[in-house]
C-alpha cells in the first residue's frame, strides 16, 4: 500500500457520461498529481495542485477538471465522456511543491471504460 | 521541447540473464531522472533516481548512471528475477514545475 488512495477502482460509463475520480494523498502531502495513462498516448499529466490551488496544467482536456478540498484529497471530473478517454488514471502525492523533483507516490488508479 | 525515449518492449529474458533497458533524453537545463517500475494491476513505484551528472542510482540490484554527454539513463540489473516481470518506465523533472515527462514504457518478462 503505497498509502495514496484511489476510488473507486474500476468505472464502466456510457459516452456523453460525467463521472468523477477520487484521490486521497499519503498522510503530509500537499501535492496532489493527476495522469493519464493510455496504450496510445502512454502516461500524460494532466494537473496538479499544492495544498489546495492548481499549480500545473498539462495536456488536460476542456471536459476535465478537478480540485483539491481543504481537507486535501482531490477529485477528477471527466464529462461529456467520449470513447477515446478510456484510460488508467493515476493520482499521485508529494510533500512538496517540487515534487517531480525528487519522485512521488502513486496510487494504484482508476480503469474508466467508455462504452 | 523535453522528452524521453526509451527503447521498444517486449523484452524477454531467462532468469540470472543481464538486463539493459536504453533510455535517452531531450530537455533544457540539468533535469532530475528517474526510473519507475508498474508490476501488474498497480500503480508505479519509485525504483530509482539520479539528479545530477555522473550520479549512479542504485536500488534492488537494478542500477542506472546519469551521463550527460550521451544524454542516457540506461537502467540495468546482472541478474535478473521472475519477479522482476513489470513495466519499466523512464521519466525526467526539469526545474519547472511537478510534472514528471515519461517515457512509453518498457514491458520485461522473465522466464524460469
Known amino acids: 500500500d503505497s498509502g495514496v488512495t484511489q476510488t473507486p477502482k474500476h468505472l464502466i460509463t456510457a459516452t456523453g457520461q460525467r463521472v468523477t475520480l477520487r484521490c486521497s494523498p499519503r498522510?503530509?502531502?500537499?501535492?496532489v498529481y493527476w495522469y493519464q495513462q493510455s496504450l496510445d498516448q502512454g502516461l500524460q499529466f494532466l494537473i496538479q495542485?499544492?495544498?489546495?490551488?492548481?499549480?500545473a496544467k498539462g495536456n488536460i482536456l476542456e471536459r476535465f477538471s478537478a480540485q483539491q478540498f481543504p481537507d486535501l484529497h482531490s477529485e477528477l471530473n471527466l464529462s461529456s465522456l467520449e470513447l477515446g478517454d478510456s484510460a488508467l488514471y493515476f493520482c499521485?502525492?508529494?510533500?512538496?511543491?517540487?515534487?517531480?523533483?525528487?519522485?512521488?507516490?502513486f496510487g494504484s488508479g482508476t480503469r474508466l471504460t467508455v462504452v | 521541447g523535453n522528452s524521453v525515449t526509451q527503447m521498444e518492449g517486449p523484452v524477454t529474458l531467462s532468469e540470472e540473464a543481464f538486463l539493459t533497458i536504453n533510455c535517452t533524453y531531450t530537455?533544457?537545463?540539468?533535469?532530475?531522472l528517474f526510473w519507475y517500475v508498474q508490476y501488474p494491476g498497480e500503480g508505479l513505484q519509485l525504483l530509482l533516481k539520479?539528479?545530477?551528472?555522473?550520479d549512479k542510482g542504485s536500488n534492488k540490484g537494478f542500477e542506472a548512471t546519469y551521463r550527460k554527454e550521451t544524454t542516457s539513463f540506461h537502467l540495468e540489473k546482472g541478474s535478473v528475477q521472475v519477479s522482476d516481470s513489470a513495466v519499466y518506465f523512464c521519466?525526467?523533472?526539469?526545474?519547472?514545475?511537478?510534472?514528471?515527462?515519461f517515457g512509453q514504457g518498457t514491458e520485461l518478462s522473465v522466464k524460469p
Open positions: 499521485a502525492s508529494s510533500v512538496g511543491v517540487e515534487g517531480a523533483s525528487y519522485g512521488y507516490t
Open positions: 498522510s503530509g502531502d500537499l501535492s
Open positions: 495542485y499544492y495544498n489546495g490551488e492548481e499549480r
Open positions: 530537455a533544457t537545463g540539468y533535469p532530475s
Open positions: 539520479a539528479t545530477k551528472a555522473d
Open positions: 521519466a525526467l523533472a526539469t526545474n519547472q514545475g511537478g510534472k514528471l515527462i
